[in-house]
């Protein structure tokens, strides 16, 4: 899959944007890290919730950066992730993988059961998003740089 065929599918669309706005999703991925990385004490469930929404910002920093967004509604979250495979590639398949594995995981935290994400797989989720920013961080430089 590329690109285009995410847009002949609806599942994002092209949009203008500029490094503010690309930097603008680093920053709330940051906030992200740093409240999960505070919530992690007292709430695991949310702790993972917040460190996988530092990724999904992070991506939505690529769709940015590379002219799109996605489409409203239901899906964005798959999408996000495949936009991320496409994006980064076949080098960051193990990486592609755990946010995938994680977007699964938070859905089940927010929307059918609580108290499942241990100690461990909270700090785990944190490292990987932690490591994830930095990703996208590199990928993006020459973007960021220039604002």
Same mark, same amino acid.
């Given at each position: 899959m590329d690109y285009q065929e995410l847009i002949s599918k609806g599942l994002i669309k092209p949009f203008k944007t500029s490094p503010? =706005?690309?930097?603008?999703?680093?920053?709330? /991925? #940051?906030?992200?890290?740093?409240? %999960?990385?505070?919530?992690?004490?007292?709430?695991?469930?949310?702790?993972?919730?917040?460190?996988?929404?530092?990724?999904? =910002?992070?991506?939505?920093?690529?769709?940015? /950066? #590379?002219?799109?967004?996605?489409? %409203?509604?239901?899906?964005?979250?798959?999408?996000?992730?495949?936009?991320?495979e496409m994006t980064l590639g076949e080098k960051f398949q193990d990486e592609i993988h755990i946010f995938d594995k994680m977007r699964s995981k938070r859905h089940r935290v927010i929307y059918d059961v609580s108290g499942i994400v241990s100690h461990a797989e909270a700090r785990q989720a944190f490292d990987f998003a932690v490591r994830f920013i930095e990703i996208v961080e590199k990928?993006?430089?020459?973007?960021?740089?220039?604002?």
């Open positions: 503010s =706005q690309i930097r603008s999703r680093i920053d709330l /991925a #940051k906030r992200d890290i740093k409240t %999960a990385r505070a919530t992690m004490a007292h709430d695991r469930d949310w702790a993972f919730g917040i460190a996988y929404n530092a990724i999904l =910002q992070a991506t939505r920093a690529l769709m940015f /950066a #590379k002219g799109f967004r996605p489409r %409203a509604g239901e899906g964005q979250h798959k999408v996000a992730v495949q936009f991320a990928t993006l430089a020459d973007l960021l740089e220039s604002e």
